[in-house]
T-cell receptor, first 113, second 115 residues
Framework: GAGVSQSPRYKVAKRGQDVALRCDPI?????LFWYQQALGQGPEFLTY????????KSGLPSDRFFAERPEGSVSTLKIQRTQQEDSAVYLC???????????FGQGTRLTVV | AQSVTQLGSHVSVSEGALVLLRCNYS??????LFWYVQYPNQGLQLLLK??????LVKGINGFEAEFKKSETSFHLTKPSAHMSDAAEYFC?????????????FGAGTRLAVHP
């Protein structure tokens, strides 16, 4: 596709429910990033993939958060046993190379009730 | 550790006036610097970036920014504001090491443009 696509755009989850957020990066982009943006804040890094390899997961806030990119294209961010503090917009970004600057998707707004 | 400080969470200007959004960073290595814009319910759009070379960087929509190493600053400017510039602006820094740009964002500055 022409840009980074994320689905769903909005997700309401009951506390304790598991959720899965999908990201389709720009075709051919090697690098894929996940960020978390809390209300009124700047995005915060969660994890990075180079092709299918997860090279950096230093930003994942707990072991309830898990990300994968098994074939080096589509990525899924999974949150288990969601908590209210997980409510945020989850942004996916992809880039062609280190100096390019990442292209962001529209994000998935997760609300945990 | 790297960090980004954006002075002023809200900036309001008149249409046609100069836009100045401030960004200061800390980094132990030569940084890569970025400005992104976010419109309501949208993702982030890259306005401009500095990696190496010329310190005055021109971006889309008439915006530019100047990298000043001595001041550790990367302020964003536009000579004449348009109503369509109203949005949230984020400054970000990356070391660019390890072959990928993990971005550290500032808290953002919301720009309002009034007639």
């Amino acid at each position: 596709g022409a840009g980074v696509s994320q689905s769903p755009r909005y997700k309401v989850a009951k506390r304790g429910q598991d959720v899965a957020l999908r990201c389709d990066p720009i075709s051919g982009h090697v690098s894929l990033f996940w960020y978390q943006q809390a209300l009124g804040q700047g995005p915060e890094f969660l994890t990075y993939f180079q092709n299918e390899a997860q090279l950096d997961k230093s930003g994942l806030p707990s072991d309830r958060f898990f990300a994968e990119r098994p074939e080096g294209s589509v990525s899924t961010l999974k949150i288990q046993r969601t908590q209210q503090e997980d409510s945020a917009v989850y942004l996916c970004a992809s880039s062609q190379d280190a100096g390019a600057g990442a292209f962001f998707g529209q994000g998935t707004r997760l609300t945990v009730v | 550790a790297q960090s980004v400080t954006q002075l002023g969470s809200h900036v309001s200007v008149s249409e046609g006036a100069l836009v100045l959004l401030r960004c200061n960073y800390s980094s132990s290595v030569p940084p890569y610097l970025f400005w992104y814009v976010q419109y309501p319910n949208q993702g982030l759009q890259l306005l401009l970036k500095y990696t190496t070379g010329a310190t005055l960087v021109k971006g889309i929509n008439g915006f530019e920014a100047e990298f000043k190493k001595s001041e550790t600053s990367f302020h964003l400017t536009k000579p004449s504001a348009h109503m369509s510039d109203a949005a949230e602006y984020f400054c970000a820094v990356s070391e660019g090491s390890g072959g990928y740009n993990k971005l550290i964002f500032g808290a953002g500055t919301r720009l309002a443009v009034h007639p």
